[in-house]
């Protein structure tokens, strides 16, 4: 099973405990975009709906392709009530749109599963001229909140932490969209804070593709490691996060 699948098995658990985005990045982005009635737009990959709310409920006409099957019912079962909402369960890099066109298409930590080429050319021949193409994510910060709980769970990582399959997909070139044809990329930075309890911290950490494929006994060490620390350091870490967009459009045919 390829890291890009995995979460297919946890939807319940993604669902809780994924991280959301800011309403000032969604407030940011439905302006620049001008998404609303009568747009439409597609989200790459949307889970269970982290990013989705905000976009479905300016009234466009949002369209979305999950490969995971779990997390493609997860989708319908909490969205499919809304005439505005249309979903398919396929996988982006090989789905065929026909002649579906989009004023803005957009992914919340999901891109960078694709190859870059695909990525960049398929959004790119798959956007309306003016169009946006929207990529988001979080940067986790809970080392400037208490240092000496991040070393503490550093160590846990180092005693414990291996991992059957190693995560490769650092790297996505988001700034090079240009090279096929976007425009030049912006890039706005959003804030906002998590807290969690030892227990709910353990499960998020539980959410991440490369942990979920810890063997035993490196798997019980590890996550009873975590939840010591975060209780050794009153039953409590605090994420500053920074919520990341960034921005490019398909120039204007002239």
């Excluded at 390829?2 to 939807?11: L, N, V």
């Excluded at 620049?32 to 479905?56: F, H, N, S």
């Amino acid at each position: 099973m390829e890291f890009r699948e995995i979460f297919d098995t946890i939807p319940d658990k993604f669902d809780k405990f994924r991280p959301r985005y800011s309403k000032e990045l969604f407030d940011y982005l439905i302006d620049y975009a001008k998404v609303g009635p009568g747009k439409d737009v597609l989200e790459i990959g949307p889970g269970t709906g982290q990013a989705t709310d905000p976009i479905l409920s300016t009234g466009c006409n949002y369209n979305a392709i999950e490969l995971g099957e779990h997390l493609y019912a997860k989708m319908k079962e909490k969205y499919g009530k809304f005439d505005n909402f249309s979903i398919v369960n396929d996988d982006f890099i090989t789905h065929d749109f026909k002649d579906q066109k989009f004023d803005m298409i957009y992914s919340a930590a999901t891109i960078q599963w694709i190859p870059e080429e695909i990525a960049f050319s398929k959004t790119f021949e798959l956007l309306k001229p003016g169009g946006t193409l929207a990529m988001m994510l979080v940067l986790g910060d809970y080392k400037s909140s208490n240092e000496e709980l991040f070393n503490k769970i550093q160590s846990v990582y180092d005693a414990y932490f291996k991992p059957d399959t190693v995560y490769t997909h650092h790297g996505f070139g988001y700034n090079n969209a240009p090279a096929y044809g976007f425009t030049e990329v912006e890039r706005k930075d959003f804030y906002g804070k998590r807290e969690m309890t030892a227990d709910e911290y353990v499960l998020f950490s539980g959410t991440h593709c490369d942990h979920m494929v810890i063997p035993e006994p490196y798997n019980t060490q590890f996550f009873e490691g975590l939840r010591s620390a975060v209780l050794e350091y009153g039953n409590k870490v605090v994420f500053n996060d920074t919520y990341v967009l960034y921005l490019t459009q398909k120039p204007i045919e002239k």
